[in-house]
Nanobody
Framework: QVQLVESGGGLVQSGGSLRLSCAASGRTFRSVRMGWFRQAPGKEREFVAA????????DYADSVQGRFTCSRDNAKNTVYLQMNSLKPEDTAVYYCAAQVLNTTHFSVWGQGTQVTVSS
């Protein structure tokens, strides 16, 4: 099994930046793609970004395209979400997730980290 631990959340002013980290441990060779999701109060969890371990290909939600950058460090089994030009509507709990080999969905989740953007 893969275990995920997020870090880097916090409080930032509108227009500021934060970098989230997600450290993967356990049977990490079974993970092919890592994703970031977020859930704001009263809203459903939504996709933010994803990156493949092999090749580093990325995907982004339209709402964060151009502001957020998802990357990975294979040697450290860690993925990052660099968030720039943050807006109050980016406030949410951010979750890291892993897509396991031979599956089509994200099935392993971290505990989440709070990001709060003040106006």
């Amino acid at each position: 099994q893969v275990q995920l631990v997020e870090s880097g959340g916090g409080l930032v002013q509108s227009g500021g930046s934060l970098r989230l980290s997600c450290a993967a441990s356990g049977r990490t060779f079974r993970s092919v793609r890592m994703g970031w999701f977020r859930q704001a109060p009263g809203k459903e969890r939504e996709f933010v970004a994803a990156v493949r371990w092999n090749g580093g290909g990325t995907d982004y939600a339209d709402s964060v395209q151009g502001r957020f950058t998802c990357s990975r460090d294979n040697a450290k089994n860690t993925v990052y979400l660099q968030m720039n030009s943050l807006k109050p509507e980016d406030t949410a709990v951010y979750y890291c997730a892993a897509q396991v080999l031979n599956t089509t969905h994200f099935s392993v989740w971290g505990q989440g980290t709070q990001v709060t953007v003040s106006s």
